[in-house]
């Protein structure tokens, strides 16, 4: 499954143009004064203009080269603060998953990830760049019944579990290695952190089988 298109909201326009552009060094494909739109890989994302007080938080993930998260932790140095645990650096091992990740935030505190999935096989051996960051490979959804709703997902779009998950009430993924939805139960924490997962307003254009769909998530 592939995430194509992500539309969410921020506060900010003009600081996450910053920082996607200057500090992720991704490219800005459009921008006006209600939105803006990064190319990320294979997969744009796309940040729309919020008209509530309330502040938007989103979970993302990036897939990167299987060999390269090393070399994406120095890359990261004086550009952003990773996540760290006991002042290193936070390496997740996902043995189900056979992939690893390290975490940071945005501008707009959304909880970002970069992940080297290892069976992907996609191995690159020149010096990694914002090039090599390859699409979204997860948008984080929230839910009071996350397994309920994932086999709604299945039932209306076709799509799949992701075999790798011990899929529950409280965790469901949907999709494969390329794109996944992660479902969450509402107020779960977003690993590795303490901040409660809270369901904001989310559109998701994804291609699945040979087949388009476009999925709007509401609060």
Not at 33 to 46: A, P, Q
Not at 108 to 124: G, V, W
Not at 127 to 149: A, C, R, W, Y
Not at 172 to 197: C, F, H, Q, S
């Amino acid at each position: 499954m592939n995430l194509n298109n992500i539309e969410i909201l921020t506060e900010n326009l003009k600081a996450t143009k910053d920082f996607y552009e200057n500090v992720l060094n991704l490219p800005v494909t459009e921008c006006d004064s209600k939105s803006i739109s990064i190319k990320i890989g294979l997969s744009t994302l796309k940040f729309v203009e919020s008209l509530k007080n309330e502040k938007p938080i989103y979970h993302l993930a990036f897939n990167i080269p299987e060999n390269k998260l090393n070399e994406v932790i120095k890359w990261c140095k004086n550009r952003i603060e990773l996540i760290k645990k006991e002042d290193a650096v936070l390496i997740a091992e996902f043995e189900n998953w056979n992939a690893n990740a390290i975490y940071f935030y945005d501008n707009n505190d959304n909880l970002l990830e970069f992940i080297a999935r290892k069976d992907l096989n996609n191995f690159e051996t020149e010096t990694f760049s914002s090039k090599q960051i390859l699409n979204i490979s997860e948008i984080g959804i929230v839910t009071d019944n996350p397994l309920e709703f994932g086999n709604q997902l299945i039932q209306n779009y076709g799509l799949n579990l992701f075999e790798k998950n011990q899929n529950s009430e409280i965790f469901t993924a949907i999709g494969d290695d390329n794109g996944l939805l992660i479902i969450v139960k509402t107020n779960r924490n977003w690993y590795p952190t303490e901040t409660p997962a809270r369901s904001n307003w989310t559109k998701i254009e994804l291609s699945n089988k040979n087949k388009s769909d476009t999925i709007e998530i509401k609060e």
